[in-house]
């Protein structure tokens, strides 16, 4: 397995987007712990609870745990600081929860030693401005991202998840601590999927952006390892 942390390319983080624990952990297996991290969703979360969390921290990952927390700012505070208990490495949170769902999850985590990152998702990487639309959204993609992207930083959040094509911009505007995680990574030869804003890993590297998240390019791989590696070997 090439080394991907000798060189300035983003990081790895692997959506463990698996329907049971079998299949989920038969790709965990070949990962190294100290290379990558891992992303629990919606989906392993609601099948395999905190244990799984557990069982993934004794084997050395870090994990990203994908719940998009979207609710009134007392419940958010709530389930933010019971995922910080879990000792997870990064939460994410919707943006468009608004200023005072955002400054409690903030708040949540403020006591905490080892906090988790607050990441905050501005859009989701499957829609295009037609589906912001059709949710009543009139601004642009662009400019809905950098209402969003602003306001979670104005809330003291540790960083975003957005598309690709808007990573380079919101690098310059927020500075280099502020971190950019970016889904919808697709090599040339992948299917997209329900993905719309997709952009491919040296473009990632291009734009800076800080960690990206790669699901389906792998999970549905039937070499993972192959791929993982033409993907660093295409970012260096
Ligand atoms: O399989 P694929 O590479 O498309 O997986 C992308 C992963 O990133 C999924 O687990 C999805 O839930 C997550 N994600 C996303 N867009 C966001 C935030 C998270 O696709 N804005």
């Known amino acids: 397995m090439l080394?991907?942390?000798?060189?300035?390319?983003?990081?790895i983080i692997i959506?463990?987007?698996?329907?049971?624990?079998?299949?989920?952990m038969k790709l965990v297996d070949l990962l190294d712990p100290s290379i990558f991290y891992l992303k629990v969703g919606k989906e392993m979360f609601t099948i395999l609870g905190y244990k799984f969390i557990k069982e993934l921290h004794k084997l050395?990952?870090?994990?990203?745990?994908?719940?998009?927390?979207?609710?009134?700012?007392?419940?958010?505070?709530n389930a933010t600081k019971a995922a910080a208990d879990l000792g997870i490495w990064m939460l994410s949170?919707?943006?468009?929860?608004?200023k005072n769902m955002l400054i409690s999850a903030k708040k949540a985590v403020k006591y905490f030693k080892n906090a988790p990152l607050l990441?905050?998702?501005?859009?989701?990487?499957?829609?295009?401005?037609?589906?912001?639309?059709?949710?009543?959204i009139k601004l642009s993609l662009s400019d809905y991202i950098l209402v969003l992207?602003?306001?979670?930083k104005e809330c003291g959040l540790d960083g975003i998840v957005c598309p690709g094509q808007e990573a380079k911009r919101m690098k310059l505007l927020y500075g280099?601590?502020?971190?950019?995680?970016?889904?919808?990574?697709?090599?040339?030869?992948?299917?997209?999927f329900d993905q719309k804003n997709i952009i491919s890993p040296k473009k990632a590297k291009e734009y800076q952006i800080d960690y990206i998240v790669i699901g389906r390019s792998i999970t549905t791989s039937t070499n993972p390892i192959k791929k993982l590696n033409s993907i660093i070997k295409s970012m260096q």
């Open 3 to 11: 080394n991907p942390n000798i060189f300035s390319i983003p990081k």
């Open 149 to 152: 992207s602003q306001l979670s």
């Open 60 to 77: 050395g990952f870090n994990i990203f745990l994908d719940l998009k927390f979207h609710d009134i700012p007392n419940t958010v505070f």
């Open 15 to 24: 959506a463990l987007d698996f329907c049971n624990k079998k299949s989920a």
């Open 176 to 192: 280099k601590k502020f971190k950019i995680v970016t889904p919808g990574i697709r090599c040339s030869t992948d299917s997209l």
């Open 119 to 136: 990441i905050a998702i501005t859009t989701l990487t499957s829609l295009k401005e037609k589906d912001l639309r059709e949710i009543g």
């Open 93 to 98: 949170i919707h943006a468009c929860g608004g």
